[in-house]
């Protein structure tokens, strides 16, 4: 039996290193979109684009796979362990916890480049960042 991939978009923003910043996520089942977003007022844009990665696989069941579709080279190779983890501790403790037992693999979407999805969240994810200084 054919599992199905569930195709999930990420991704985060900061307006200034330490400011606010947001993240945003579209999970892509059985045609349908589900949009998730989400703010901090203090991060960074690493630790967003983690935390989106973080959301995303805490959305999906245990043993279920996923394709994480993001512009964050970092969390693509900090991930896969093309990287050391030097930063954000933390979150990738928490990234350890939620994607065990989880099939995940990832692909590198060129930001702003026009893709759909990607446009969406990163809308999304600007737009919570900026709420915060309304």
């Not at 979109?33 to 690493?46: H, R």
Request: aromatic share 10%; charged share 25%; proline share 1%.
């Amino acid at each position: 039996m054919n599992k199905k991939i569930i195709s999930i978009y990420t991704d985060g923003s900061c307006l200034n290193p330490g400011g606010s910043g947001g993240w945003a996520i579209c999970i892509i089942e059985n045609n349908i979109d589900f949009i998730l977003s989400g703010y901090d007022v203090a991060t960074t844009n690493n630790r967003m684009e983690l935390t989106a990665i973080i959301e995303a696989i805490t959305c999906i069941k245990k043993y279920e796979s996923c394709k994480i579709y993001t512009d964050s080279q970092l969390c693509i190779n900090c991930a896969s362990g093309k990287w050391q983890r030097k930063a954000n501790t933390d979150l990738w403790e928490k990234y350890n916890i939620v994607s065990k037992d989880k099939n995940i693999t990832y692909e590198w979407v060129k930001g702003h480049s026009g893709n759909y999805y990607n446009e969406i969240v990163d809308k999304l994810a600007k737009a919570e960042a900026k709420q915060i200084n309304i």
